[in-house]
């Protein structure tokens, strides 16, 4: 496993959010991704959960970071801030992420070029469905899973605990994130209780694989420029 510390991560497209951090209009109305996301869930998500990372992020910000240092500068090097911007920093990213990553008009399958590197590293789509769900129903408590490259191109899938992002200094396995689930309970008790493993089974109706294929080329820019 590569490490991306030394990628040019403020080529990342999540890096041209400037300060002061305005959360991202979601690309959809809330009762889009029914029946598989529930309004009530997307609502309280996005405008409540999402804003609160959002705001307490920007508040710890200017707290602690120097004023102009860019987002991705701050995740490189999210070890030296405290636990609070490492959270709030985390949450309001990876679901900026999150959000792009689900469409109600999901291909339902991968396209592209990375269809071909998942279907090259994971032998099959259904193949590549079991790991990552595996890795989503694996995670204890709150957290997210991930599909990841690494800095030499290849894809892996991983699990990071609380708000860790891919890209952070302290995750276990760094990488470029090309899709992810949020599996914090916050994201599916209200409509499927403790159900985690329905919410990820349904999840798959609701993923943006031109997204995902737009992170991989994003992915393979960067890492080619480095
Ligand atoms: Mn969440």
Redesign the pocket.
Known sequence: MGNPINANLELLSENQILYPFDLMPLPYSYDALEPYFDALTMET?YDK?HRAYRNNFKNFYDQEVPAGTSLMTVFKHVSTYNTNTINNGGGFIN?TIFWKLLTPNSSLAPIGDSANSIMNTFGSFDNFKQQFHAAAMGRFGSGWAWLNMAVDGSLFISSTPNQVSPFMDIAEQQGLPLLTI?V?E??YYLKYKNLRADYINNFWNLVNWAEVERRFQEAKKILSTK
């Open positions: 998500h959960h679901h949020d914090w916050h994201s």
